[in-house]
């Protein structure tokens, strides 16, 4: 759910926040208590407020789930060379495009303006209805991160159209990435070709109207436990694969509590247990069992959550193989430890979150801001 309301103020506080001076008033407000009033013409003309409204409507009525992210990016495409963009279309995997974007013919800005097309599932229609006198807009993606990717784009329209700010002409380029929600393949690949060392990039997600100062990391552990079936009668012939992972989640868990290290800034170290699974019926002594796990992480380093996690399982693992067992870690092949992300911009108030990004996607030594719309004090 997305008070469309968020969406203009958001958009139209940072349009005028650039160069200014002054502290945006609009972003000191809680933005989830605002009133369809508070978006006054004054702060964004109808026109503008309209195309913004009409494009979130449109990106969101594509589902764009996560591998389908094709007819969107085609659409987009179409859109943002109509607005006179020169729009490059990368080829990730077949049939799902990053959407590249610029003004003329300069391909190597100083600046990019990025956020990502695909959703995570399952999809939901676009829906607009006023509750308790709030007008919402309801359906997948219309805050993570279609908000983002409408906002940035009618920002940087604007912002061209009036050219108040007479921005050179290899100031910005706008980047739209698929695969952000299942690990950041699309962000990878253009990071692999990026025409330029950027100065500054702006991460579209959802920041509530904050800067965001920095996130979690993230490691993934499985487990696989394979043990020998036998009559749950006598369990004694066989090995419960059910038993040794019952025994390796409680060793995590208990580390959990106090034993991975965290930070001041981003708290504890989580580990999410987000799938089980094990044995065939109530009978049977289990003879496979499985459990995925994503841990974020607070503080340390990913090697080091490792091996902190893989020695206190250690002896649980020899004790399973000696008996006949088989006992495997499986350790992500992406992972990072905390993101610090730049907030030397006036008039914002700043958050740390707990969620991923496609920051530590791209490499280079730009400076990252992460945020809902874009800021344009950096342009200036
Ligand atoms: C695009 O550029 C052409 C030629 O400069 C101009 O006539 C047209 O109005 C522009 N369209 C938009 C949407 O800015
Ligand atoms: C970015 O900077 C690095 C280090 O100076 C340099 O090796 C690299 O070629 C630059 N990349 C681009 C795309 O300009
Ligand atoms: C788990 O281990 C078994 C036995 O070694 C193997 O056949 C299976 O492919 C493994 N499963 C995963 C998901 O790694
Ligand atoms: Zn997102």
Request: net charge negative.
């Amino acid at each position: 759910m997305f008070a469309w309301t968020n969406l203009l103020l958001t958009l139209s506080s940072l349009l005028h926040s650039a160069c200014a001076s002054q502290a945006q008033a609009p972003l000191q407000q809680p933005l989830t208590h605002l009133q369809p009033s508070d978006l006054s013409p004054r702060i964004l003309p109808a026109a503008t407020s309209n195309e913004l409204l009409s494009l979130h409507r449109k990106l969101i009525e594509f589902e764009s789930i996560s591998g389908n992210e094709k007819p969107l990016g085609e659409w987009l495409k179409g859109y943002l060379e109509g607005k006179n963009l020169t729009v490059e279309l990368q080829e990730v995997e077949e049939g799902r495009y990053n959407v590249f974007a610029y003004p003329g013919k300069e391909r190597k800005t100083k600046v990019l303006v990025s956020s990502h097309i695909d959703t995570v599932p399952p999809y939901w229609p676009y829906e607009r209805k006023t509750t308790n006198g709030v007008d919402e807009i309801w359906g997948r993606g219309s805050v993570d991160a279609k908000a983002c990717v409408a906002a940035q784009i009618i920002a940087v329209l604007d912002l061209l159209e009036s050219n108040k700010h007479n921005l050179p002409s290899d100031a910005l380029s706008l980047l739209f990435v698929v695969a952000e929600e299942v690990g950041g393949e699309g962000m990878r690949f253009f990071s692999d070709r990026k025409p330029t060392n950027y100065s500054a990039i702006v991460f579209g997600e959802p920041t509530e109207g904050k800067l965001v100062a920095g996130h979690k990391g993230m490691l993934g552990l499985k487990l696989n436990i394979t043990g020998k079936a036998a009559h749950s009668g006598y369990p004694w012939l066989g090995i419960s694969a059910n038993n040794v992972l019952v025994q390796a989640l409680g060793i995590v868990l208990a580390l959990e509590k106090d034993h991975l290290p965290g930070s001041k800034k981003f708290g504890k170290t989580t580990v999410n247990i987000g799938r089980v699974s094990g044995g065939l019926a109530a009978n049977v002594v289990a003879e496979s069992s499985k459990a995925d796990m994503t841990i974020r992480i607070a503080g340390g380093s990913p090697e080091e959550i490792n091996k902190i996690i893989t020695k206190a399982l250690t002896p649980l693992k020899e004790e399973t193989e000696k008996a006949g067992g088989k006992f495997e870690l499986e350790w992500s092949k992406r992972a990072y430890g905390t993101v610090n992300i730049d907030t030397d911009v006036r008039g914002f108030d700043t958050m740390t979150v707990n969620y991923g990004t496609d920051i530590p996607n791209i490499e280079g030594d730009h400076k990252r801001y992460e945020m809902r719309g874009i800021l344009l004090e950096i342009l200036c």
